[in-house]
């Protein structure tokens, strides 16, 4: 159902790589609690509680889905998203 409908909106699935995960994680590490908290700011709201559940909390995709009330595709999709434009936004500042 859901690759159905990414179809007809023309969409391609989205997957977050193990070496994004990293890079964001080393960047949180590296920039302290303070500029990370800016940046999560900067995320549109769905994908920063997306991301906030996921990287910082460690909770399941499945478990954000539940939490979030969407599927787990979506949960992906936004994480992978945000986590894209947290990757942007710490290789500026550098």
Aim: aromatic share 2%.
């Amino acid at each position: 159902m859901e690759s159905e409908a990414r179809e007809l909106l023309r969409m391609q699935a989205i997957h977050v790589s193990e070496h994004t995960v990293r890079s964001v994680e080393r960047a949180v590490l590296e920039s302290g609690d303070v500029v990370v908290e800016q940046w999560l700011t900067s995320l549109p709201e769905r994908e920063r509680e997306a991301i906030r559940l996921r990287v910082l909390d460690e909770s399941s995709y499945a478990r954000i889905a539940d939490e979030l009330g969407c599927s787990e595709a979506v949960v992906r999709q936004r994480v992978s998203r945000g986590l894209s434009r947290l990757r942007r936004t710490a290789t500026e500042e550098r």
